[in-house]
């Protein structure tokens, strides 16, 4: 085997063209083999069926073969968001349109560490963050991972603000990064205040805020990966004025409501946020990742600053260089702004806000077709698109024995979420695609493998 052909150059197009046709057909095939949402047989049997394609990883020489038969297997094990009955998580189907961006993103590889590397990307990162800000009020946004990275440059942006003193506040819904972020950063114990409804209780903060010397940190949330609930966003941010507590809100799941003229009220109060974790790989459908966090005070970057000589010299930046080293605690970054860009610019706000629309009708769809069926109970009407059932008279141990179940045959996926006291099974509906039968269809599938 000579030396392989690269992605980019001169030629790289010409090597590329077989290769995505290799990968396309890999994925029609493996993807038909598994013939649902999830490959059956439970982990033991995906795993083996791999180990099988994957035969010997690292042989001593190459096989041709190894891309078409490494993503066949990949596609036949894989868990399918696109597929309607695959419901457990905020893991949306990513768009077409992004996807191929994707692809020209890691074609290019570009580096956001330094200008040298990635010059135009440098320049739709700062046009595109700067859009995406302005939506939740804010001045800027950085670039992450998703919602976990978000919350803790959040947390860490707060501690470089107010001292290592910093308390964090938040509901007893905050997704489990935020506390950890505290931790993570060597805060004090974190305070979580009481959600009995599922959100965050703005009396609970206001007498917390007055118990516990600050400098405080709020941490609220719009739309829990839970139950998909959002805080009463306006109360909070008039509870933390009042204490001079600084405010983030963790809109990682909620935050693609804003393109919809719809639902965008839900979000009334973001703007008060001193920062907001967005996360596009939710109601965004991007491929993962695809995060960001807004930031109201461009002072706080400060705290990012950093000086790498061969990365953003003095003198450089003093000749108009661009310094990337502080919008991000990474070095190397991919340009995942493109595959945003290209979609923001494709769809506009209008065609994101009618997706957003869809699966935010379809959660209502189902929500009714549980509530009317007598052997369902529905927890609550679904304010995003995830919603909360359970068979009638099942218990806490049969829901779960009912959720593997469909897990281990590939039938469905659902996820699971405690609320009430009592285990539910989850649904959250980010597929556009879906179509009423397939709603029904997966009610039908949780009746016929609940015990009797």
């Known amino acids: 085997m000579g030396i392989p052909p690269l992605a980019s150059g001169p030629h790289g197009t010409d090597a590329l063209r077989p290769l995505i046709d290799t990968v396309l057909d890999a994925l029609r095939t493996g993807t038909t083999a598994r013939g649902g949402p999830l490959p059956a047989g439970g982990p033991d049997a995906v795993a083996a069926r791999m180990a099988d394609a994957a035969g010997d990883i690292l042989p001593d020489r190459g096989d041709p073969d190894a891309l078409r038969v490494l993503v066949t297997a990949l596609a036949e094990g894989a868990a399918d968001p696109a597929h309607p009955l695959c419901t457990a998580h905020l893991h949306a189907p990513p768009l077409a349109v992004a996807a191929a961006a ?11 560490d330094s200008w040298d590397q ?18 939740t009020g804010a001045a800027d946004a950085l670039v992450t991972t998703g919602g976990t990275e978000s919350n803790q440059l959040a947390v860490l942006l707060a501690r470089e603000r107010h001292g290592a003193g910093l308390r964090l506040v938040h509901g007893e819904n905050a997704h489990h990064s935020l506390p950890r972020a505290a931790r993570l950063l060597g805060l004090p114990d974190p305070v979580a205040v009481p959600a009995p409804a599922g ?13 516990v010397p600050g400098p405080h940190l709020v941490a609220a949330t719009a739309g829990t990966t839970d139950a998909g609930l959002i805080d009463p966003l306006p109360d909070i941010a008039g509870r933390c004025a009042a204490h001079a507590a600084r405010l983030h809100i963790d809109a990682s799941y909620g935050g693609g409501l804003l393109f919809s003229d719809r639902h965008r009220a839900r979000l009334t109060g973001l703007e008060t946020a001193d920062t907001v974790a967005l996360d596009l790989h939710k109601l965004g459908w991007q491929p993962i990742p695809a995060g960001l966090l807004t930031v109201t005070d461009q002072d706080d970057l ?25 919008r991000s605690p990474r070095t190397s970054r991919r340009p995942d702004i493109l595959k945003a860009a290209v979609t923001l610019k494709t769809l506009g706000r209008t065609g994101l806000g009618a997706l957003v629309d869809q699966v935010c009708t379809l959660a209502q769809d189902f929500a009714r077709l549980v509530d009317t069926h007598p052997g369902f109970r529905l927890h609550a009407p679904p304010t995003i698109s995830t919603v909360l059932f359970r068979p009638a008279d099942a218990t806490d141990d049969a829901v779960a024995a009912v959720r593997r179940a469909l897990l281990t045959t590939g039938r469905a996926v659902l996820g699971r979420a405690r609320a009430d006291g009592r285990l539910w099974l989850k649904a959250t509906l980010l597929n556009p695609h879906t179509r009423p039968d397939d709603l029904t269809a997966l009610l039908t599938l949780v009746e016929g493998h609940t015990p009797r």
Not at 118 to 135: C, I, N
Not at 302 to 326: C, E, I, S, V
């Open 302 to 326: 400060a705290a990012l600053h950093h000086r790498a000589p061969y990365l953003n010299a003095d003198d450089d930046t003093d000749a108009g260089l661009p310094d990337l080293l502080h």
């Open 102 to 112: 994707d692809l020209a993103a890691s074609i290019l590889n570009p580096s956001l």
């Open 118 to 135: 990635a010059p135009a990307a440098t320049a739709l990162e700062t046009l595109v963050t700067r859009a995406l800000a302005r939506e």
């Open 199 to 211: 959100t965050l209780d703005p009396a609970a903060l206001d007498e917390a805020l007055t118990r």
